[in-house]
């Protein structure tokens, strides 16, 4: 079994072409400007958006751990056994279960709705969260898709035992690849551990020959000043991969809002600072995709 977030359609930013992408729960990094707090924590979770809920009281009637008062939801997390069926009841669509558990054979056909549309480029990306937090699930996962003749990468920030690694691998055609930071110093800053793993899993793939495509979040004030260093790292590779440039966003907010956090402020790159990374890394023979596209 395994622990779901969401499955999301239509993906253009996940891999090549048209991709079905699958997020799982669970994360071991804690980056600062994560755009998917609801999967962060392994365990299950119940987000709330005040905005559209309707005050209706039907989640109230279906379960303890819901009440109305004064007009306003409150949620009892004491009381709820995090099962999601309320999520289901809910006209408002104010209440958002992350945490679902499924068998690999259950979210298959949801996977698949797609492939008609995938051509000869797309396919289904796992990602998360961390998908190699979940090793087992993933590979069967992917194992599945490879028999239905489905491209499959996998989405992970490298922070995984050799073993984990090794689990996927056989049923992985591409790992999207995270670097946020070369200097373990800015790494253990930006996502609170270090990062001698992640590098160590790079060149593993890398001598391995196993095809990556390399994501670089940039973000002003936090790892901007990796630039430079994420491109020798790159061209001292065997087969040096293609980087992709994501400019951070914060888009997240209402996320965190409905899950009772906050998210740190953090801020944009101008267009000339993601613009000088491009070229800062196309300056080492890199193969460079602006993530802005």
Known sequence: MGRIVSVKHFEIHDGPGVRTTLFLKGCPLHCRWCHNPEAISSAPQLAFTES????CGLCAKHCAAHQLQNGKHVHDQVRCCFCGSCEEICIGSALRFYGKEA???????????????????GGVTVSGGEPLMQPEFTAAVLSLLKQE????????????????????????DLFLYDIKAVDPAVHRRCTGADNRLILENLRYLDGLGIPMEIRFPLVPGWNDGETDAVGQLLASL???????????????????????????????????????????LAAYGLTVIDGRA
Not at 105 to 116: F, G, K, M, Q
Not at 152 to 169: I, P, Y
């Open 149 to 172: 003749g489905i491209h499959t990468a996998v989405d992970t920030c490298g922070f995984a035992s050799r073993e984990a690694l090794e689990t996927v691998l056989p049923y992985t």
């Open 52 to 55: 559209k809920c309707l005050s």
């Open 238 to 280: 065997i087969a040096p991969p293609p980087v992709k440039v994501l400019p951070c966003h914060n888009y997240a907010g209402d996320k965190y809002a409905s899950l009772g956090l906050t998210m740190e402020p953090i801020p944009q790159p101008t267009a000339a600072q993601t613009e000088n990374a491009l070229h800062c």
């Open 103 to 121: 068998a690999p054979e259950e979210i298959l056909s949801e996977l698949l709705e797609d492939r008609d549309f995938y051509g000869n480029t």
